[in-house]
């Protein structure tokens, strides 16, 4: 479930492809821990598995009433979705440390051409 580097760097490449032309220009701003936030749930499947957590619980406590096994099941919902928001977090400073390194990276790159071939 966790989001990784990974994901981070290719979400972040990804995203500096889709705006190579207003970096060209000049015109490009990093965006929002928000609005990062908000790409990385759209781009990356969060959901909690309701059926495999039941089916954990129940392997593991034969015994346990469907009320204890919902109870249960709520709690690690509500467990993994405070998980999933630390970690959507996380991921979003990443993506965008990883965009301005690219960015920068890139910047340095044209100036570089621009001295050598003009």
Not at 24 to 34: D, F, I, R, V
Not at 51 to 62: C, D, E, G, N
Not at 95 to 112: D, F, G
């Amino acid at each position: 479930m966790p989001l990784y580097i990974s994901d981070a760097k290719k979400c972040a490449r990804r995203m500096v492809k889709e705006s190579l032309a207003k970096i060209l220009a000049g015109s490009y701003q990093t965006p929002s821990l928000e609005e990062m936030i908000s790409t990385l749930t759209k781009d990356f499947d969060h959901s909690f598995d309701e059926f495999m957590a039941r089916r954990k619980i129940m392997k593991s406590h034969l015994n346990w009433s469907e009320d204890r096994i919902e109870a249960e099941i709520e709690m690690q919902k509500r467990r993994f979705e405070n998980e999933l928001g630390v970690n959507l977090r996380v991921a979003a400073l990443n993506t965008i440390e990883e965009i301005e390194k690219l960015t920068t990276s890139l910047n340095n790159a044209i100036k570089e051409w621009k001295i050598e071939n003009l």
